[in-house]
């Protein structure tokens, strides 16, 4: 069988969870590039490519950053601020997981379960995911994959998420920092 | 949960909905707000899709100003009108499949007695009369049996409402609805009696008529079930929809069967009272 690859729909209705056509979560040092594993840093470079070459990147921050749990949420959040400032990317905060449906307003949130309303609204051809739960950062990149062509980005600080089309695990502040170094550097080589 | 944690990250605090904004800078856990204070400051609910003068959605706004301790509750909600405005409410709430309201609240009470052992934290189930005492029944009163230390809210609009208007346990008898053309066969389920002896320490019976002794209700079963166990509030939401009654009536109607079949009724355990006396909250 093909190696299954996660790249960009839209995909339908029911989209298969990654998982189950054998991707599997990175090691730890690796990455995921849209199903394949790489080496952190080249999964970097991409983020940082695909980002600065998008018409609308946008950074969905979740509660992790959003909300003063901690000092280093706090400094991931100055973090994603900055990253969002040097790439130019719109920042849609997801405060909480709601389904806040037909309420929520997609020009200023993004909810987990539907979050196809925020890509089509806004025009969104990059997302970055962070600070959210693993469980609704799944099931909103499914639904993205399922239903949008946009292209998704998942930091995340635990094992990282195989639905995205690429993702780093163990996203600490200072791999956040490395990640806004290379933007730097990458935006100053274009 | 303290204050702090509802706070946000200075660097994101711009990038938040205004509503969020709002809720840390003025919302319902910033000192001791009861239903006097509505108006005030930031609400639980403000936006819902409930109907026109509907008094679920009445009793709701009433009963999310009068919690007394908002950061720390958690609400279980179930099928129904209510749970259409459970998604605006902004704060803790999970929504049960129909009828499993009080044994879900019953496993988040428990696990967060284990998780958090030191802190108070409210569950607090709001149902309407079809998730309560129709489908649910066996949850609602076996929950009261093994004396789980939750507050039971049911919203008694008499009938199941966002389906088209069919009979339930709680339609009184005779009652004629769109969906139950020949009225009902039998009597209303008396499920304040049944709570009184089913292990309740504290039940109420009343309606929106009168929105500071409901509020003040609310917050005595919640205070109730949290240190003596487990409470029941049940409050008739006539339906507005289904009864045909113009919206800026439906609050005479409440009050008008206050004065008839729906009287306030209290019932307070004697290991109930004795907390209240103890706490010197008898009011």
């Known amino acids: 069988m093909p190696q299954y690859k996660v790249l960009p729909g839209p995909e339908g209705y029911l989209p298969p969870p990654a998982a189950l056509m054998g991707v599997e979560l990175p090691e730890e040092g690796k990455a995921l590039v849209e199903g394949e594993t790489v080496s952190e840093s080249d999964a970097v470079q991409k983020i940082a490519r695909k980002i600065l070459a998008a018409k609308n ?29 040097e790439a130019g990317m719109k920042i849609i905060p997801m405060p909480d997981y709601r389904p806040k449906y037909p309420m929520i307003n997609p020009a200023v949130e993004i909810n987990p379960n539907h979050p196809n309303l925020t890509i089509w609204h806004n025009k969104i051809d990059v997302c970055v995911f962070i600070g959210v739960h693993c469980h609704y950062a799944n099931v909103a990149l499914k639904i993205i994959r399922g239903g949008t ?42 | 949960m303290s204050k702090r944690i509802t706070e946000m990250c200075p660097a994101l605090n711009d990038a938040m909905p205004t509503e969020y904004r709002e809720l840390v800078e003025n919302g319902p856990w910033l000192g001791d707000k009861t239903v006097k204070d509505l108006g005030t400051f930031k609400e639980l609910l403000e936006e819902h899709p409930l109907c026109a003068g509907c008094n679920l959605a009445l009793s ?9 301790n908002p950061a720390d509750t958690i609400i279980v909600g179930s099928t129904g009108c209510s749970s259409l405005g459970f998604m605006q409410v902004g704060i803790h709430n999970i929504h049960s499949l129909f009828g499993n309201q009080n044994a879900v609240a019953t496993g988040v009470k428990r696990v967060l007695s284990m998780r958090f ?47 088209g208007g069919q009979e339930s346990g709680m339609t009184p008898a005779g009652r004629v609805a769109y969906m139950a053309p020949l009225g009902k066969k039998f009597p209303k389920i008396n499920l304040f009696e049944i709570a009184k002896t089913s292990g309740c320490h504290y039940a109420v019976l009343l309606t929106t008529a009168n929105t500071v002794r409901l509020g003040a209700c609310v917050k005595k079963a919640i205070l109730l079930a949290r240190d003596v166990g487990p409470t029941y509030v049940q409050i008739h939401t006539p339906c507005p929809t289904n009864l045909k009654i113009p919206p800026e009536e439906s609050i005479k109607v409440a009050k008008d069967s206050e004065k008839e079949r729906y009287a306030f ?19």
């Open chain 1, 57 to 85: 990147p946008t950074i969905f921050p979740g509660p992790l950053v959003l909300w003063a749990w901690s000092e280093t949420a706090c400094k991931k959040a100055q973090l994603v601020r900055e990253l969002a400032a």
């Open chain 1, 149 to 190: 062509d946009c292209y998704t980005i998942a930091l995340c600080g635990e094992y990282g998420h195989e639905d995205a089309m690429i993702t780093l695990r163990d996203v600490t502040v200072a791999k956040l920092e490395a990640l806004l170094a290379v933007v730097r550097e990458t935006k100053r080589k274009l």
């Open chain 2, 60 to 68: 709701l706004k009433i009963i999310l100003s009068s919690l007394p």
């Open chain 2, 117 to 163: 052992p030191d802190k108070k934290k409210d569950v607090v189930v709001m149902a309407g009369d079809g998730a309560t005492a129709d489908i649910g029944l066996d949850m609602t009163i076996h929950s009261w049996f093994r004396g789980e230390k939750i507050t039971t809210i049911m919203f008694d609009n008499e009938l199941y409402a966002n389906t």
């Open chain 2, 265 to 283: 009724n209290e019932y307070v355990s004697e290991a109930a009272k004795s907390f209240l006396e103890n706490t010197g909250n008898k009011k």
